[in-house]
């Protein structure tokens, strides 16, 4: 559902020129025109009926959800009317693929909103491998995820991570282009043809067997922490994809532990966190590292 009061205007401005202001992107805008079910102070009104300085604008669009609900455990850390973070554990995908249609973090969510009775949908804000851990944003709404797309919102993610080895260096600044490895649909690799991507580590504790990172993405590539720190040579601990080994875990590992944003509806700035979950945090205990999280 999407729920505003009309702000100030200076000209005659239909209900779909405010759905426009409002940040409602063009494709969600022609799905409203020709499937929403529009209102103006409750009275029913198609988006080319003019509004006034104050009117309460509401639409709702058909439910579009195709993932079958199911009962899976999940953290909800943060919610409201318009979005959520979730601590996914480590072992669940994102969302449903060919080869796996259930037991994904979106049928969980899928039964969260219809146990809890609410209509809306699942928009991932960004994406977290199978078998990393840790905090994600789900948008209910496309105009929410349009929204943080189009504005300066301060979108950021942390990551603790464990990578092999003594890390030689207490801040790392990596500008190196990710793409596709050529002989492999899955892994990826630093490439000159690569999209660009950047990320900082910053080393908090080093031992012998490895080493305890915090990592900020300012982008987004797939795999990129894990790409980057083999580009390094420091794979993470546990991700044999990559050059590591599971000598210590038998995952990689890497957690999403905080998300700070500044809420597009409220403008409020929210920091969310995350604590390390057992196996990482086993290997921390073992090194006599003592740090918060």
Not at 4 to 9: E, L, P, R, S
Not at 38 to 50: E, L, V, W
Request: charged fraction near 20%; aromatic fraction near 10%; proline fraction near 5%.
């Amino acid at each position: 559902m999407i729920h505003f009061t009309v702000g100030t205007i200076t000209r005659p401005t239909s209900l779909g020129g405010a759905l426009k202001h409002f940040g409602v992107s063009s494709t969600l805008r022609r799905r409203i025109k020709h499937n929403g079910i529009c209102t103006i102070n409750g009275q029913a009104a198609s988006t080319r009926d003019f509004v006034q300085e104050g009117d309460e604008i509401c639409v709702t669009l058909p439910e579009k959800n195709s993932f079958p609900p199911e009962d899976i455990p999940i953290g909800i850390v943060y919610e409201d009317d318009y979005l959520m973070v979730i601590d996914k554990p480590a072992g669940i995908l994102m969302h449903p693929t060919s080869a796996v249609r259930d037991g994904t973090l979106a049928n969980a969510v899928a039964y969260h909103y219809e146990k809890t009775g609410q209509h809306c949908s699942y928009h991932p804000m960004h994406r977290l491998d199978k078998n990393t851990s840790g905090l994600c944003m789900v948008a209910k709404e496309p105009q929410i995820q349009y929204a943080f797309d189009k504005q300066d919102l301060g979108y950021k993610r942390l990551y603790l991570a464990i990578c092999e080895g003594r890390y030689p260096s207490r801040v790392t600044t990596v500008h190196a282009p990710i793409g596709r490895c050529p002989d492999s649909i899955i892994t990826r690799c630093v490439r000159l043809d690569g999209k660009p991507a950047w990320s900082d580590f910053t080393c908090l504790a080093a031992g012998r067997d490895y080493s305890l990172l915090q990592v900020v993405l300012h982008t987004g590539r797939t795999h990129q922490i894990r790409v980057h720190s083999s580009y390094l040579g420091y794979p993470l601990a546990g991700d044999d994809l990559y050059g590591g080994s599971r000598r210590f875990i038998g995952r990689q590992a890497l957690h999403a532990y905080c998300l700070q944003f500044t809420h597009p509806m409220s403008h409020r700035f929210i920091t969310v966190n995350s604590r390390l979950p057992e196996d990482m945090d086993a290997l921390v205990q073992r090194a006599g590292w003592n740090y918060i999280y």
